[in-house]
């Protein structure tokens, strides 16, 4: 029977994996319990830009925590309808809904700006003084649901993280330049709160910005060009104590494009054999000044939590590959065996007793090397494994459980075992 090790990223399915897939240990290993473990848990890799310097922008931000009054109401933007909509947050395990009442005409004007492309000046994109106005309703309600020191600032976060993943408008916007042959990297925060099938990395971070921005926060954009045609990504840094911050960016990294904790680095983007760590950012265009998030320590712990249970991650990956390939070699000595004792019998029956006993030899031979292999290399494989697994699901699993709890994460590391 051939087993697989499956590592998934789901979160709603880990306790059932965890509980129908646990590996009991026994004094004879069963036989040929293959592997086939998933590469590690990534988020998706998405459209950037290319540069070369950071960027700081000189706009000074003053927290606020009401709408502001502008002229745009002249603009008569509320006319064509609205919609009520909620969206939701973890914070500290506990779910909550920040509501927003979104209209037809603002978005209709925010999408005569076009889409952003590469070159465009981010900053104008987010500090757009329409689409500012009438976001700030949701900054007022982030605002008033915290209730200890930079919990707005979690509560944007874990709500933009939370906003889905736009995989069809990635596809399209990898192929669709313009602007001089610039890539077309998006649409507006406003539109991404309106319509119904979320963004992707620079929109969502675009949005994350924006609303960490109007709460009083200095924050950047951070952009990775990993070359070789391959394609960006963008995620957020806000301003942070010094042992908190992403390489020599002067900001804590954010991502934004699944619930992930803050400031940890050890993500792996779809497309991409290194995690987000071991690249250097192409610019850091900052778009607000402010605050900083003082507080993100206890992020930073629970994200060197989940460091470790990646490192641990890797080790049963790694076991599991050894195992794979010393299952198959051990399937194929097998087939030899069973070859030879085949062919021994159907000598016999014919009565060729030259040919059975050259066969008799043979069989021995291809049994003797089975049992060696089995002996000295594919148990005490099949051995490392099973340890390394058990410890996971003992000790490991349970910490990630209780990240993905505290975080609201949708998706998490899951080893189980599959016939």
């Not at 499956?6 to 646990?22: D, E, K, S």
Request: hydrophobic share 35%; with cysteine; glycine share 6%.
């Amino acid at each position: 029977m051939r087993k697989r090790i499956i590592i998934v990223i789901l979160i709603f399915c880990i306790m059932a994996i965890a509980a129908a897939g646990c590996v009991t240990s026994s004094p004879v290993a069963p036989h040929n319990p293959g592997a086939s473990p998933t590469p590690a848990p990534s988020v998706t890799n998405e459209s950037s830009t290319t540069g070369y310097s950071v960027t700081p922008s000189p706009t000074t931000i003053v927290p606020t925590t009401e709408a502001v009054p502008t002229t745009t109401r002249s603009l008569n933007l509320e006319s064509e309808g609205s919609l009520n909509k909620i969206y939701y947050y973890t914070l500290n395990g506990n779910q909550g809904f920040i509501p927003i009442k979104v209209y037809t005409g603002v978005n209709n004007y925010i999408l005569s700006f076009g889409p952003i492309y590469t070159g465009d000046n981010y900053s104008e994109v987010i500090s757009n003084e329409i689409q500012r106005e009438y976001v700030m309703p949701m900054v007022h309600e982030i605002n008033t649901s915290a209730t200890n020191p930079d919990d707005d600032a979690r509560i944007a976060i874990n709500l933009v993280q939370h906003i889905k993943y736009d995989s069809n408008a990635l596809n399209e916007i990898q192929v669709n330049k313009s602007k001089s042959g610039q890539l077309y990297i998006g649409r507006y925060p406003y539109t991404i709160l309106f319509q119904e099938w979320g963004g992707i990395c620079g929109e969502k971070s675009f949005l994350l910005a924006l609303l960490l921005k109007e709460l009083g926060y200095n924050v950047a954009i951070i952009e990775f060009d990993f070359g070789n045609n391959q394609p960006g990504h963008i995620a957020v840094g806000i301003k942070a104590p010094a042992q908190y911050t992403f390489e020599n960016t002067g900001y804590a990294l954010i991502e934004s494009t699944t619930p992930t904790v803050p400031t940890f680095d050890g993500y792996t983007l779809v497309g991409m054999n290194a995690p987000i760590s071991s690249f250097t950012p192409t610019k850091v265009i900052q778009i607000s000044d402010g605050k900083s998030f003082d507080s993100i320590g206890a992020e930073s712990a629970d994200a060197q939590i989940e460091q470790s249970v990646y490192n641990e991650w890797g080790q049963v990956n790694e076991a599991a590959n050894e195992l794979n390939a010393s299952a198959q070699q051990v399937n194929d000595l097998e087939n030899e065996v069973n070859y030879w004792k085949s062919k021994a019998q159907n000598d016999y029956s014919s009565g060729n007793m030259q040919l059975y006993q050259y066969d008799l030899q043979m069989f021995n031979k291809a049994y003797s090397d089975y049992q060696n292999y089995y002996n000295t290399v594919y148990y005490p494989d099949y051995t490392a494994w099973n340890n390394l697994y058990n410890t996971f699901q003992k000790v490991y699993l349970p910490k990630e459980t209780a990240l993905e709890n505290k975080y609201g994460m949708n998706r998490g590391i899951n080893v189980g075992v599959a016939n």
